[in-house]
């Protein structure tokens, strides 16, 4: 006979777990169901469940920029994430722009050729 389990290419304990996992999620959403159509229960929150996970979620979010530490590598991610990146595209946009400056001044491209045309 052929095993829940392999039936669904898991093994046995995987399979186990993942049991316990929507068991657990289900218990967590029923409580929440519970507390949120309870009237009564959280009047002091403005109607709202409480989740201390979600508040020091959101308090970390609030604070990220007090909180934050530099170091060598924050400084290396800004520097290679944002002003390697700038540098390089300027460097790109001043060789193109030079060559095609050379170009039209020596007179290898024609008026008609060119991309911005004052006429």
Excluded at 27 to 54: C, H, S
Excluded at 73 to 79: E, R
């Amino acid at each position: 006979m052929l095993k829940m389990a392999n039936a669904y290419g898991v093994s046995e304990a995987e399979l186990n777990i993942a049991k316990q996992q929507a068991a657990r999620r289900a218990e967590l959403r029923k409580e929440f169901i519970k507390q949120k159509t309870n009237p009564w229960k959280n009047a002091a929150e403005a109607g709202y469940v409480f989740d201390p996970a979600m508040q020091k979620f959101t308090s970390m979010k609030a604070t990220h920029f007090q909180l934050f530490k530099p170091n060598r590598s924050n400084s290396l991610f800004g520097i290679f994430a944002v002003v390697v990146p700038m540098l390089t595209y300027g460097y790109l946009i001043y060789n193109e722009r030079t060559a095609r400056e050379a170009k039209i001044r020596s007179g290898e491209t024609k008026y008609r050729e060119r991309m911005f045309k004052l006429a």
